[in-house]
């Protein structure tokens, strides 16, 4: 399993940026796949997950605002960032780990310790 993400960089209190990753070694079937990050002094946090079967699930902090979705074609996972806020800024990750059948993304989303696969993280710098 590969994960690659890229798009990261700065943007304005209140604009738009859009995060990719480049997933190979997996099917969206079988895996959830989703969206964290970690700003300085802070632990791992799940922004969204998704998966077929699952359910879309959003932090509190972001949902209206971002949105998570998937390219089953190009092989690709987006998160696209609206209205970003300061507080946004931080070194996002892309994640992606073999789905428990019956469970939906959020349960697996909960676990961050249970994440199997990580990408190398893109910074997003917000700035005021």
């Known amino acids: 399993v590969q994960l690659v993400e890229s798009g990261g960089g700065s943007a304005q209190a209140g604009g738009s940026l859009r995060l990719s990753c480049a997933v190979s070694?997996?099917?969206?079937?079988?895996?959830?796949v989703g969206w964290f990050r970690q700003a300085p002094g802070k632990e791992r946090e799940a922004m969204s997950c998704?998966?077929?079967?699952?359910?879309?699930s959003y932090a509190d902090a972001v949902r209206s605002r971002f949105t998570i979705s998937t390219d089953n074609a190009k092989n690709m996972v987006y998160l696209q960032m609206n209205n970003v806020k300061s507080d946004d800024t931080a070194t996002y990750f892309c994640?992606?780990?073999?789905?428990?059948?019956?469970?939906?993304?959020?349960?697996?989303?909960?676990?961050?310790?249970?994440?199997?696969?990580w990408g190398q993280g893109t910074q997003v710098t917000v700035s005021s």
């Open positions: 070694g997996f099917t969206f079937d079988t895996y959830v």
């Open positions: 998704t998966s077929k079967g699952g359910g879309t």
């Open positions: 994640a992606a780990t073999r789905r428990k059948t019956n469970l939906s993304s959020n349960w697996h989303c909960a676990r961050t310790a249970r994440i199997d696969n």
